[in-house]
C-alpha cells in the first residue's frame, strides 16, 4: 500500500487584511489583479443594465 510523508510544512501569519480596492477606479481597473497571458480567456472592463430596471447595483465595489 502506497506510505504518503509530509515533512515539510511552515505556518506564515495572514497579512494585515484586503488591500483597498476601488473596481471604479481607472488607474487600477482591476484592482490590481493581473490576467495569465496565454490562458484563453480575456478580462473585460464594462458596465450592463440588469434585465429587470433597477436591479443590480448602481455602481462597482465599493460604490455599490
Given at each position: 500500500?502506497?506510505?504518503v510523508a ?23 481597473p482591476f ?34
Open positions: 500500500e502506497p506510505a509530509v515533512d515539510a510544512i511552515s505556518i506564515a501569519p495572514c497579512g494585515e487584511g484586503f488591500p483597498q480596492c476601488d473596481f471604479e477606479d481607472s488607474a487600477h484592482c490590481d489583479w493581473v490576467q495569465t497571458s496565454g490562458d484563453g480567456g480575456h478580462w473585460a472592463l464594462g458596465h450592463k443594465n440588469g434585465p429587470v430596471h433597477g436591479m443590480g447595483p448602481a455602481g462597482g465595489f465599493p460604490n455599490a
